[in-house]
Every structure is written in C-alpha cells, then in structure tokens.
C-alpha cells in the first residue's frame, strides 16, 4: 500500500520552490530534467509517495520493530510473562536489518501493541526511526533501566 504525501509551494526563478515554511527546494534537487516553463509565483504541487509498512498495527502479526536484536529479545521475554505468545523474525529495510515481534495468535495482538507502546500502563515505548539515525532508543533505555 503506498501512501501519499502532499507539499505544496510557489515557484521562484532560478528553478527554486518555496514551501509555506520558508523552505527552498532547488528543482535538480528533485528531478535531473530541466523545469518546465513555470511562471513565477504559480503554485506548485509536489507529490511524495512511498510504500508504508506498518511495523506497529499488527498487520501480519507484527507488532513491533527494531533494529537493536537485543531490545527485541527482552521486549518478547517482557510479552512472555505476560502470558503472551511472540516470535521475533528478521528482515532486511535496505542495509539494516530489522527485527520483528510476531503475534502468531490473532486474539493477543492488541494486548500485545497496548503493553508495547499505545497504554500508559504498559512498557510506552517509541519506535527505533522516531530518533536520529544512529541513535539508541531512548525510551527503551528509560524502561530497561527502571527496571
């Protein structure tokens, strides 16, 4: 399933394109072909699209996503004693390689997605991609080290 994105701009000379936020977007830096005649100040619409893979709906059964094996070895001992089957499988997003908890058992997955992330009275963890590339996950540490 692809999901869509919309931005929209006004065009400026010099092939450049001013988002609402002040934000310059260069037109090379979106397309190797020349601009077409655009006259300036015409609203310009750009369209991003993307394939939108859900690691934390319980499509499939996967619930949750990282790339640190370690957080999901002690996030699915964590489901384990709550009574909660989980599996973890890897796949690779590009470069990285990501590891997934699985839910095999339908009626557990949104037990399982409250306890990880969505009730306040569960772990109220964040995803690995809501923090810079190359950084730990913060709200993990947190929990793990108030165990």
Sequence with gaps: MYKMIRLT????????????????????????EPPPQIPFNSEIEITLAFEERDY?????GIVWATYDKRQAKIIRNALLSQKIVCEIRSEYLQ?????????????????????????????????????????????????????
């Design 56 to 60: 934390l709906a319980g499509n499939e």
């Design 95 to 147: 470069n990285s390689k990501l590891h997934l908890l699985t839910i095999p058992e339908g009626k557990d997955i949104e037990t399982a997605i409250d306890f990880i992330w969505r009730e306040d009275s569960g772990l109220q963890l964040k995803p690995d991609w809501e923090y810079p590339a190359g950084k730990e996950n913060e709200s993990f540490n947190r929990w793990i080290n108030d165990l």
């Design 9 to 32: 701009g006004r065009y400026k000379d010099l092939e450049k394109i001013e988002l609402p936020s002040g934000k310059i977007i260069g037109w090379r830096q979106i397309s190797d």
